[in-house]
């Protein structure tokens, strides 16, 4: 009998319900500011129109009709980015192979029971080992926690995902008004593109998901009245590790997409695994601490625990942010020369 493993879909759906009712919390506050920015921009084309400039009707109908359309795309953000995030699920799943649905990117909990599902065996050949089998129990235990560590990532990177849209499509609403003044309209295009950039990371992952889904469905142990070897062993745990390594480095390709550079190599996979190999390193002296009511050798590991899950998250951060940055254009410096010219 499968353990009941819904726990994390049911932990999403509550924080979809939760960050999806918030820009509707936010309607009231984000009406009145649209209002009040509205009636701004038409005050500062009345005094401009009164101040000489009504001959040029061209730019005054440009203008009712930009702040019409902007108010249409505030009233209606929260659709029209549904939308466009959805498009662009359905975009990564038919380029993995269409053999995944939307519904099952909601539901990273059947990550994780087709990870008990692929280990089945693995687990029930630990629970036969007796006492003399100590040293293949300590392999395969370690291979079982391996694997299982592997699907147990891929799952939380892509509840981590479909979270960072809801939490963002539910807030940027506040700052969307503030696209009717040309002044302030850098903060209505960073909020978009906070959005455009979630969309774009849960694309890349709905893409690796759809390509490696099948495999991982396909991935068995042998039965436990077979011979087992460790090359089936490692075979599986490499496999894992790899693809787990591909869903870890998908915000990386996300933002490497938006920059236009590539930013997928050895070292990236030899970090996040040098990573998780410290991460158990000090889980396992925390534990042998606690074991022999030493507490002093659990809190540093703890503490360097979160210390490197702290580097490994700013390294990813800024690996994922340094091709955008790097792209930026440098702005001239304008010479004398040009200041002189201008000013005459």
Not at 113 to 121: E, S
Not at 204 to 229: K, Q
Not at 318 to 330: K, Q, V
Request: glycine letters at 12%; charged letters at 10%.
């Amino acid at each position: 009998m499968m353990p009941d493993l819904n726990s994390l879909t049911r932990t999403l759906q509550n924080f979809i319900a939760v960050f999806g009712s918030g820009y509707t919390n936010l309607s009231s506050t984000i009406n009145a500011l649209l209002a009040m920015l509205a009636i701004i921009e038409l005050a500062l084309l009345g005094f401009w129109w009164a101040l000489g400039g009504g001959e040029q009707l061209v730019p005054i109908f440009k203008k009712l009709l930009y702040i019409g359309f902007w108010i249409y795309i505030v009233q209606s953000f929260p659709s029209l980015a549904k939308a466009f995030v959805t498009s662009l699920v359905k975009a990564g799943l038919t380029a993995g192979g269409g053999s995944v649905t939307v519904s099952q990117i909601l539901d990273p909990s059947a990550l994780m029971g087709a990870g008990v599902d692929a280990t089945q065996a693995l687990a029930q050949k630990l629970g036969e080992m007796g006492t003399f089998d100590l040293a293949d129990m300590i392999v395969f235990g370690l291979g079982y926690l391996t694997i299982m560590a592997c699907f147990l990532i891929m799952a939380i990177n892509l509840f981590l995902a479909v979270i960072e849209y809801y939490l963002f499509a539910g807030i940027v609403g506040i700052l969307l008004p503030f696209g009717l003044l040309p002044a302030t309209k850098f903060l209505a295009e960073k909020a978009i593109g906070a959005v455009v950039a979630a969309g774009i990371k849960l694309m890349v992952l709905s893409f690796i998901t759809s390509a490696v889904l099948p495999l991982i469905v396909s991935t068995r142990f042998p039965g436990t009245d077979e011979l087992w070897s460790l090359n089936e062993l490692w075979a599986t745990i490499l496999t894992m590790a790899g693809i787990t390594a591909l869903s870890w480095k998908a915000p990386g390709l996300a933002a490497s997409l938006m920059s236009g550079s590539p930013s997928l190599g050895v070292e990236h996979v030899a970090q996040a695994g040098l990573t998780g190999f410290s991460l158990g390193m000090q889980a396992g002296q925390a534990t042998a601490g606690l074991a022999t009511g030493n507490p002093l050798p659990a809190l540093t590991a703890a503490t360097g625990a979160a210390s490197s899950a702290g580097g490994a998250a700013s390294s990813g951060i800024s690996a994922g942010l340094s091709p955008s940055a790097s792209a930026a254009p440098s702005v001239p410096t304008a010479t004398p020369t040009l200041v002189r010219s201008l000013a005459a």
